[in-house]
C-alpha cells in the first residue's frame, strides 16, 4: 500500500507561480513512474507531466514550457512547478505513483488550484 498526500494549491492569479509536492509513504525507489494529472469541473482527469523513476519526463501539450516535474527519490516526493499559470490550468491536482514490482496504482486526495484573471 502506498499513500500520497499533496500539498501546495491554492489561488493564484493568472501569470503566477505554485508548486506542489507529493509525498509518497514508502521509499521513492519502489517506485516506478510518478505522476501529476488534473480535472477541471465537467471535464475529464488528464495526464499533466510524468517522471519515470531514472527521471525522464513527459508534459502534456498544455503545459510544455511553463510547468516543470521533478522527484527526489530520497525523499520520497514529486513535485511540480507550475509557471506563467492561466485560468485554464484551474482544477483539482492529483498525484499518481506506480508501485515497482506490483505495478500497483496510486492517487492522491488532490489539491486545488485555483487561478483567477
Known amino acids: 500500500q502506498v499513500q500520497l498526500v499533496e500539498s501546495g494549491g491554492g489561488l493564484v492569479q493568472a501569470g503566477g507561480s505554485l508548486r506542489l509536492s507529493c509525498a509518497a509513504s514508502?521509499?521513492?525507489?519502489?517506485?516506478?513512474?510518478m505522476g501529476w494529472y488534473r480535472q477541471a469541473p465537467g471535464k475529464q482527469r488528464e495526464l499533466v507531466a510524468s517522471i519515470t523513476r531514472s527521471g525522464s519526463t513527459n508534459y502534456a501539450d498544455s503545459v510544455k514550457g511553463r510547468f516543470t516535474i521533478s522527484r527526489d527519490n530520497a525523499k520520497n516526493t514529486v513535485y511540480l512547478q507550475m509557471n506563467s499559470l492561466e485560468p485554464e490550468d484551474t482544477a483539482v491536482y492529483y498525484c499518481q505513483a506506480e508501485k515497482r514490482f506490483s505495478g500497483n496504482i496510486y492517487w492522491g486526495q488532490g489539491t486545488q488550484v485555483i487561478v483567477s484573471s
Open positions: 514508502v521509499s521513492g525507489f519502489s517506485i516506478n513512474d
